[in-house]
């Protein structure tokens, strides 16, 4: 029954990172997209833009491999252009795969590259707290997106330059048009949602060449919590 499970898990986690299909409601649990704020006024050209999530686990379940997330983000609409995926406590490529996680890089629908890190461990700690920064940052003729800043009880620290960063080459030579609803609208907590109290993005700035902050919106956007 696991490994039937776990096949059917690993068909629905492949279609939905290739679809980046936005949160629906699963039965347990609320999903709340909290509105939409007015985009902070930004005076100067944007290099890069910091995304930083709290993602709170009740219970998870090993044997289940529960909780899984996907977190969508990065310069364009992930239904047509560039764009990361970053999978929690599961991966999708090549295959399913329990546990750890999972950077890829897309363009649309076509994969264009992936890492992972701390496979196969799981989530396994009960009531913590994971939190982590996504990047997307544009110098020279690449863009670069990765995870930064990772920490979580089960899988310790994560992130960084050696496992979870991905760059392409573009033409874009600033992030000025980023749309901050993106990453809220398509990310997700796909399989145990039971198990999270809450799910959210806690801030995003913007940021020059030179490293100084332009503007930044601390609104906590709620991508899923239960019901009280």
């Given at each position: 029954?696991?490994?039937?499970?776990?096949?059917?898990?690993?068909?629905?986690?492949?279609?939905?990172?290739?679809?980046?299909?936005?949160?629906?409601?699963?039965?347990?649990?609320?999903?709340?997209?909290?509105?939409?704020?007015?985009?902070?006024?930004?005076?100067?050209?944007?290099?890069?833009?910091?995304?930083?999530?709290?993602?709170?686990?009740?219970?998870?379940?090993?044997?289940?491999?529960?909780?899984?997330?996907?977190?969508?983000?990065?310069?364009?609409?992930?239904?047509?252009?560039?764009?990361?995926?970053?999978?929690?406590?599961?991966?999708?490529?090549?295959?399913?795969?329990?546990?750890?996680?999972?950077?890829?890089?897309?363009?649309?629908?076509?994969?264009?590259?992936?890492?992972?890190?701390?496979?196969?461990?799981?989530?396994?700690?009960?009531?913590?707290t994971i939190t982590f920064t996504t990047?997307?940052?544009?110098?020279?003729?690449?863009?670069?997106?990765?995870?930064?800043?990772?920490?979580?009880?089960?899988?310790?620290?994560?992130?960084?330059?050696?496992?979870?960063?991905?760059?392409?080459?573009?033409?874009?030579?600033?992030?000025?048009?980023?749309?901050?609803?993106?990453?809220?609208?398509?990310?997700?907590?796909?399989?145990?949602?039971?198990?999270?109290?809450?799910?959210?993005?806690?801030?995003?700035?913007?940021?020059?060449?030179?490293?100084?902050?332009?503007?930044?919106?601390?609104?906590?956007?709620?991508?899923?919590?239960?019901?009280?």
């Amino acid at each position: 029954m696991k490994a039937l499970l776990s096949r059917l898990r690993a068909v629905r986690s492949r279609s939905a990172a290739r679809r980046v299909a936005p949160c629906v409601a699963l039965v347990l649990g609320l999903f709340l997209l909290t509105p939409s704020p007015a985009a902070p006024p930004i005076v100067g050209d944007v290099q890069q833009v910091e995304e930083d999530w709290r993602i709170q686990i009740a219970n998870p379940s090993p044997d289940s491999d529960s909780p899984q997330f996907t977190i969508v983000f990065g310069p364009a609409d992930p239904a047509t252009g560039t764009h990361a995926v970053f999978e929690v406590n599961h991966s999708t490529q090549p295959d399913f795969v329990e546990g750890g996680m999972q950077l890829q890089c897309w363009w649309g629908e076509e994969l264009v590259g992936y890492k992972n890190q701390h496979h196969p461990a799981e989530l396994h700690v009960s009531n913590e707290t994971i939190t982590f920064t996504t990047v997307t940052r544009v110098q020279g003729a690449k863009i670069t997106m990765e995870v930064l800043n990772g920490n979580s009880q089960s899988f310790g620290e994560f992130g960084g330059e050696s496992y979870l960063r991905l760059a392409v080459t573009t033409q874009q030579a600033n992030l000025n048009g980023f749309d901050a609803d993106y990453s809220v609208n398509h990310s997700r907590c796909g399989w145990g949602a039971n198990r999270v109290p809450k799910f959210s993005r806690t801030a995003i700035r913007y940021l020059d060449g030179d490293g100084q902050v332009l503007a930044e919106d601390a609104t906590e956007r709620v991508i899923h919590q239960l019901a009280q």
